[in-house]
């Protein structure tokens, strides 16, 4: 061998790996002994394009050997016919079966000429010219023999139109749906020259007997695979035993020659009759059908026979169809079907099953098929039996989010598109994708649709890599979207009341509780009017809404506040979104709205919130001193005060609306609402704090901030103002006037900023409880405050300051503050007998100046008869007594000192476990009356849609009497009433 024959080119430089690739070139004649012939480089190079170049050789060299004869004009035309080229070997190259039939066939080769161009009226014009004999069809093997023939001939054009972009790119790919049309349209054709192939071999039937041919499943859809079953239904007219034997025949003709036809999905399935009347199907489908046969019937198309009885037959069906939601169970019973489908899978071959298997083809038509028949009652764009249609018609409609409709269809495709290469290599009805470990198989599969290596990795790896990718999107959405809890509730809504502008709905309104039905029609006519996506959106969720509104103690009020809210969200791209992909964001937030006209306000200005409605963990997990940080985090990074303590009130917003959210769904206790909303005051009063120091300098005083009250407690509400007392002392070298004036002014800043008016719940910093009240300084120094206390402090203000605690400022002015008033507060042998009774007298004097006029003492949260006043001076009372012996005593928590006097024995546990009932249950009924009003309130409401609001919020239910919450109430006051009579007042 010379040095030339060892550097001549090989064949494997155009993909051919096989053996005798180098003499089957050289056969053809496009090889010699230096390399490639120069005229049939382009030829080689198409070769070397197409999936399998091996075996497209192979099917070349067999097809020479067949027909020796043309193989002249075939060569010639490979060689000067792009079109004709690439049509053929991607054929050879990517199907077996079909590579048998061009070489058995000699010159079917020429049928490539041209691209495939039929519907399926061409399809049955070119079929029934292959069985035409003298005139008249063919019977029998013959026909069989024909069918099949003229069958694989016109499937030899598709599948050379599928693949001819791999060799030339610019004969463009066919879509998936183009393609799935073709197969479909050759499956119509089949069916309806067989049909008339079985009348003649049945005698040609009598003008009394008509039948129709019901298309089902894919072919209903028009998306067929290569290899599929097609899925019939018959319905007959006339005689029956003659239009059962036609039927019979017909199956078994196609049966024979092309496909198999498969009749099972009839009604009662292969045990029932193959040919009904449409009154049998009408009569089966109204009293026996089960769901899964209404899901079927989505897809059902006439496609052959008498034109007028299928059509009869769509009419009777599809009414049936679009109400079959209706079903009690429906939704359960088709994601029902959905997990018996997949549990049939081998676990095996689970992760590779196409069809079957988590996140296949079923994932997608089955979501898909239950969103249609959920919102297609009232939506006719949605009736489509494609996939791919009612997919897009769904994200048209809002149904589903672009994005996720983006991405089943590319998955789908893909899928589809492996699903027809695996099937076309040897005409095998396969849906198992190649093991990881068959690199060959992988590889021919990446080259069947047209990937390349990428970035090292080879063709088969990208191909991998994509289906894992693919089928783990197709679950997530399946998951998202099959099992989204809004299908149920838009399936339990009758069919006429998801048609919102109709006299109907108004009725419906009026019968669902709502008090001026033609006013809410309007909210709804606003809502939903136009034809915009978000008008679509809004026109699947407000027949949910409309029934959670219904449940709420404010129907009309709840649909009022949600068409404010959503007008105000109306640019925020998420907000419907999140409430048409979470269901149970919808229900709460039905709740809120229809409960609470407070939450309606914070909503708007802090939309984020509404994201956690669905997340119960989200909506009460966060920590209080962690959010406290952030919060501070955040207004530090603003220089200005201007843009910092809107940051602190945005993020108190926020904070605000998530614990009230919580706390009106029942999902945060007590303590933890008052921890909460404590801890995010004091947060916010330590970002303005610093903030105003650093505009007013910090180098001439320290500042502290003390809690007082309910704030110092860890007990606010939703509308307390903020108690406290600030404190200073001078910075080295600075007079205490200085200083004083100094810390006044930022004390100032801080009540000022924080008071200024906003659309948010009032921030007040209230120092009244200071020395001397409002007549006194607002700061004093620590040892002012101590020289205070020694001379003039008198027993309320020992009192006030039990609840005294660091808020804000500095850490160590505030240690030594609580250190000076220790003994104030926890006198040395407690406070005296006459000091005690001074306390109840001022308590009386309490009860009977500041209770309003007209109240009613027994249903008055703060003032009323065992209400929280009651509850904390009894426990203030023995604190000041006791605290000085009693370590336990020593807290600024109301519910603290109250287990503490049960823990020592200075009270009984059931009296302590009365006080404490009561003040739990005074605090969330405040609380809850604060929220329904959407402003601070003390008294209990006693009547109306309030007292329901309130009830509902302290758990009772719908059907029950609200006056039993209000009977509930006064009991419990009224036993911790009866203990503090005998521990404020007797002891």
């Known amino acids: 061998m010379t040095s030339r024959d060892r550097a001549a080119p090989k064949p494997g430089r155009f993909g051919l790996t096989g053996d005798r690739a180098h003499e089957q070139l050289i056969a053809a004649g496009w090889w010699n002994a230096t390399g490639p012939v120069e005229e049939s480089v382009p030829v080689l190079l198409a070769l070397s394009r197409v999936p399998d170049p091996d075996a497209a050789l192979l099917g070349v060299e067999r097809m020479r050997e067949a027909d020796e004869a043309s193989w002249g004009e075939l060569n010639a035309t490979l060689h000067t016919d792009a079109g004709l080229r690439a049509r053929l070997l991607a054929t050879l190259g990517g199907s077996t079966t079909l590579t048998d039939y061009l070489v058995s066939n000699p010159g079917a080769w020429r049928r490539l000429s041209e691209p495939a161009r039929a519907d399926v009226d061409g399809y049955t014009a070119r079929l029934r010219e292959a069985l035409r004999d003298d005139g008249s069809l063919l019977q029998g093997k013959d026909a069989v023999r024909a069918l099949r023939q003229g069958y694989r001939g016109l499937l030899l054009e598709i599948a050379a139109a599928d693949l001819a972009f791999l060799v030339e790119p610019d004969l463009g790919q066919p879509s998936y749906t183009e393609v799935t049309t073709w197969l479909t349209e050759l499956a119509e054709a089949v069916l309806r020259v067989a049909l008339d192939v079985a009348w003649l071999e049945c005698g040609g039937g009598d003008e009394a007997t008509r039948l129709a041919v019901i298309a089902m499943g894919k072919t209903g859809g028009r998306e067929l695979n290569y290899v599929s079953d097609v899925d019939v239904i018959f319905v007959g007219e006339g005689d029956n035993a003659l239009a059962t034997r036609v039927a019979s025949g017909m199956m078994r003709l196609v049966g024979a020659s092309c496909f198999e036809v498969d009749a099972a999905l009839r009604p009662e399935g292969k045990a029932g009759a193959l040919v009904r009347t449409i009154d049998g199907h009408a009569a089966y489908y109204k009293k026996w059908a089960r769901t899964w046969e209404f899901q079927a019937l989505l897809k059902a198309r006439p496609v052959a026979g008498d034109a007028e009885l299928g059509a009869q037959y769509a009419e009777i069906v599809t009414p049936l169809v679009w109400s079959a939601a209706e079903r009690e169970n429906f939704v359960a019973d088709v994601q029902s079907m959905r997990r018996k489908v997949e549990s049939h899978v081998p676990a095996d071959i689970a992760d590779r099953e196409l069809k079957l298997g988590r996140g296949g083809l079923r994932d997608v038509e089955f979501a898909v098929q239950l969103l249609q028949l959920v919102h297609g009652r009232a939506d006719p764009e949605l009736r489509s039996a494609s996939t791919m249609e009612a997919l897009e018609a769904l994200g048209d409609g809002g149904y589903v989010g672009r994005s996720d409709v983006a991405e089943l269809e590319s998955a789908y495709r893909f899928l589809r598109t492996i699903e027809h290469r695996l099937q076309l290599h040897r005409l095998r009805r396969t849906h198992l994708f190649p093991d990881a470990e068959d690199v060959d198989e992988l590889r021919w599969l990446a080259r069947s649709i047209g990937l390349k290596p990428q970035r090292g990795r080879s063709a088969g790896e990208v191909l991998l890599g994509e289906f894992r990718k693919k089928i783990k999107a197709v679950r997530r959405l399946h998951e998202k979207l099959f099992y989204r809890p809004l299908l149920e509730s838009v399936a339990r809504v009758p069919t006429e009341a998801l048609r919102l502008t109709t006299d109907e709905a108004k009725r419906r309104l009026a019968a669902l509780g709502y008090a001026a039905p033609d006013g809410a029609l309007n909210h709804i006519k606003a809502l939903t009017s136009g034809m915009s996506r978000r008008a679509s959106i809004q026109q699947t969720l407000l027949p949910v809404l409309l029934d959670r509104f219904a449940d709420t103690p404010d129907p009309d009020g709840g649909l009022l506040a949600y068409r404010k809210v959503s007008e105000a969200l109306a640019e925020t791209p998420w907000y419907l979104r999140v409430l048409r992909d979470e269901g149970a964001v919808v229900d709460n937030l039905a709740t809120v709205l229809g409960t609470s006209k407070l939450i309606p306000e914070l909503l708007m200005r802090a939309p984020e919130v509404l994201r956690l409605l669905g997340k119960p963990d989200e909506l009460t997990g966060k920590d209080p001193d962690e959010v406290a940080v952030s919060l501070r985090k955040a207004v530090a990074r603003h220089t200005f005060v201007h843009s910092a303590v809107p940051t602190a009130r945005s993020l108190r917003r926020h904070e605000m609306l998530r614990v009230a959210c919580a706390d009106l769904l029942g999902l945060m206790p007590v303590p933890k609402v008052c921890a909460a909303l404590s801890s995010v005051w004091a947060a916010v009063l330590q970002a303005t704090l610093d903030v105003a120091q650093r505009r007013k300098g910090d180098d001439i005083a320290t500042l502290a901030v003390i809690g007082m009250g309910r704030l110092g407690g860890g007990e606010l509400g939703y509308g307390s103002d903020a108690d406290v007392l600030f404190v200073c002392e001078p910075c080295e070298g600075v007079s205490e006037a200085e200083a004083v004036r100094y810390a006044t002014e930022v004390a100032s800043m801080v009540s000022r900023l924080l008071g200024s008016p906003s659309q948010d719940p009032p921030l007040t910093v209230d120092a009244d409880l200071r020395p001397e009240g409002r007549q006194g300084p607002l700061v004093r120094t620590l040892e002012s405050y101590r020289a205070y206390y020694q001379r003039w402090g008198e027993v309320w203000e020992a009192q006030a300051l039990l609840r ?88 600024t928590s109301t519910l603290d000192a109250l287990a503490a006097l049960a823990e020592s024995g200075l009270a009984a546990q059931a009296d302590v476990d009365a006080l404490t009932e009561a003040w739990l249950l005074a605090t969330k009924v405040r609380n809850a009356a604060t929220l329904v009003r959407g402003k601070p309130v003390d008294q209990v409401p006693t009547s109306g849609k309030e007292l329901v609001a309130v009830a509902r919020i302290l758990g009772y239910e719908a059907d029950e009497d609200p006056g039993e919450f209000l009977d509930a109430y006064r009991r419990t006051t009224r036993r911790a009433r009866a203990v503090v009579d005998r521990l404020f007042y007797d002891g």
């Open 804 to 891: 005294a605690r660091p808020i804000a400022g500095d850490l160590d002015l505030c240690e030594r503050f609580v250190e000076m008033i220790d003994p104030v507060r926890y006198p040395e042998g407690g406070i005296s007998a006459t000091q005690a009774r001074e306390v109840r007298r001022i308590k009386a004097r309490v009860d009977t100046e500041r209770l309003p006029k007209g109240t009613d003492p027994r249903t008055n949260t703060k003032l009323g008869t065992g209400g929280l006043g009651d509850v904390e001076w009894t426990a203030q009372l023995m604190q000041l007594l006791h605290a000085h012996e009693v370590s336990a005593l020593r807290t």
